[in-house]
């Protein structure tokens, strides 16, 4: 099993980023698919998830309208649109594949997003 994330970097306030999140090894149409992040000092949270359809997403309330998530079950990728970009969103991302019934749960790597003037 394979969760590698990418995209993450260095932008201004204001800007935008695009992370992406490439898995195998796992039936990912069947999984939910989340990001979360966590900045230093802090615990890891829930930033927004999509179901395996894709038909059914959730925002945390901090990010509602500047960040979108979608998947690609035809190329097992799922990705977290982030505009409108605050220092306050500053953090590693970590990708996130969970199982219907929450047996199995597979995490990434992670990738730093730093937003600052």
């Known amino acids: 099993v394979r969760l590698v994330e990418s995209g993450g970097g260095l932008v201004q306030p204001g800007g935008s980023l695009r992370l992406s999140c490439a898995t195998s090894g796992f039936m990912f149409s069947s999984y939910v698919m989340s990001w979360h992040r966590q900045a230093p000092g802090q615990e890891r949270g829930l930033v927004a998830s999509?179901?395996?359809?894709?038909?059914?997403?959730y925002y945390t309330d901090s990010v509602k309208g500047r960040f979108t998530i979608s998947r690609d079950n035809a190329r097992n990728t799922v990705n977290l649109q982030m505009t409108a970009l605050k220092p306050e969103d500053t953090a590693v991302y970590y990708c996130?594949?969970?199982?219907?019934?929450?047996?199995?749960?597979?995490w990434g790597q992670g990738t730093q997003v730093t937003v600052s003037e």
């Open positions: 999509i179901t395996g359809a894709g038909s059914i997403t």
């Open positions: 996130k594949g969970r199982s219907r019934s929450g047996t199995n749960m597979y």
